[in-house]
């Protein structure tokens, strides 16, 4: 973690804050001196001096009641980091109906929900930001991700839409897509396949680095998104994925 100021005097929320990138970054953000609130299901391990309040996104009634528990309590908001979402494996015919409604909902409703109830009190921000958690998966085909990569294509049309409809109000929108990162999320996706074990070592070999993403490394660069010295920085998706779309490396 960094020891900068930058975020003195800002309140930043992260949605899935409790856990794996979402928790990185809320750690990040309170080091860079920010107050920081985690919305998630489940904020009863959330890290000291967090302000931790439930938020389902897939529920508008739920968000509508964090935020208005978020504006009763702290009365501002500077920050919002859309990090909540679940993952899907499979090919199109692999998962039903109800799972790509499920999906969907959470990784690209779920933002828009959020962000709407967030919306009031950004716009009375000097330093409003959004940043949402996109993937390399909505511009690379990776193999049994038919539904999670529709999901995050969505995010990153709809990242470009809200940078768009908000930058004359001062709120600037970016999305960060990393690789395949070292988390839970990924750990709980991984038992899906028949030896986890190969999986995993594929997926730390498909990084040009050779190495899965630390959550840590992705936080980073959250942070700076979302930090007033980023202030010229709005519509864009910033790759931290180990060189996977860009680097075309000879096999060892």
Request: hydrophobic residues 45%; proline residues 4%.
């Amino acid at each position: 973690m960094t020891t900068s100021t930058e975020y003195t005097g800002l309140v930043a929320a992260v949605t899935g804050g409790a856990s794996g990138i979402g928790r990185a970054t809320a750690r990040e953000l309170s080091a860079r001196g920010a107050t920081v609130v985690v919305l998630d299901l489940d904020v009863g391990g959330i890290d000291a001096p967090q302000v931790g309040i439930r938020c389902d996104v897939s529920d508008r009634v739920s968000v509508d009641e964090a935020f208005s528990r978020l504006t009763a309590d702290i009365g501002r908001l500077d920050v919002l980091v859309n990090n909540a979402g679940i993952s899907a494996v499979g090919t199109v015919v692999d998962n039903d109906d109800a799972t790509w409604t499920r999906v969907l909902d959470v990784n690209v409703a779920g933002i828009a929900r959020v962000t709407a109830a967030a919306l009031p009190l950004l716009r009375a921000s000097s330093a409003a930001a959004i940043v949402n958690l996109g993937s390399i998966a909505a511009t690379n085909g990776l193999p049994q991700r038919a539904l999670y990569s529709a999901s995050k294509g969505a995010v990153h049309a709809l990242t470009l839409a809200l940078a768009t409809d908000h930058v004359r109000e001062g709120i600037r929108v970016n999305a960060v897509a990393p690789g395949t990162v070292d988390t839970p999320f990924v750990a709980r996706m991984l038992q899906n396949f028949a030896d986890p074990i190969a999986e995993r070592a594929a997926l730390d070999a498909r990084q040009a680095t050779g190495r899965m993403v630390t959550p840590e490394e992705v936080a980073a660069a959250i942070a700076y998104l979302g930090g007033p010295l980023a202030g010229s920085t709005t519509g864009t998706v910033l790759l931290v994925d180990g060189g996977v779309t860009t680097l075309r490396v000879r096999p060892v």
